[in-house]
């Protein structure tokens, strides 16, 4: 995460906010927040078809139908953000990047209902997909993670 934070000091752009994505996004936006002196955010996103109640066993059906259907399924903000963000810059942050539609989606709502200025998408690892259009993210590894310790609760 300090390989991140140093990028971002590192990148010339003032930076005004943290926006982490529930759940593994959330917990390292707050280091990264509080290592940069920015406000920290949280969003959280769900598939419709969880209705913002997405459990720990969802996990290995999810993980077959985003290998299966690649994409498909539609999205729902499930907790956004109160304040003004207009022309704010800001970096957003996902624990893990595979078919990028989580952090695409909460993209389009910071920049079509938030009015942010300029996105700096962040992942700790990035799981590039086979024929997928390249999204910029700046992630430490490139790696195929599975599961995460935390839960979907947070």
């Known amino acids: ?17 943290v926006v982490g994505i529930k759940t593994g996004g959330a917990i390292i936006s707050d280091h990264i927040s509080l290592k940069l002196g920015l406000p920290n955010y949280k969003v959280k996103i769900s598939r419709e078809e969880y209705n913002c109640d997405k459990q720990s066993k969802d996990i290995i059906d999810d993980m077959i139908k985003k290998r299966l259907y690649y994409n498909q399924g539609k999205y729902m903000i499930c907790e956004g953000i109160n304040d003004n963000l207009e022309g704010k810059n800001i970096i957003l942050i996902d624990e893990i990047v595979s078919t990028g539609q989580t952090i695409t989606e909460v993209n389009n ?14 992942s700790v690892a990035f799981y590039k997909q086979r024929n997928k259009e390249e999204l910029y993210i700046n992630y430490i590894i490139n790696a195929t993670i599975l599961v995460w310790p935390w839960g979907y609760d947070n």
């Open 109 to 122: 709502y910071l920049k079509e209902e938030k009015y942010v200025n300029e996105i700096y998408n962040t």
């Open 1 to 17: 995460m300090d390989k991140i934070v140093e990028r971002i000091q590192n990148s010339e752009i003032k930076y005004d906010a």
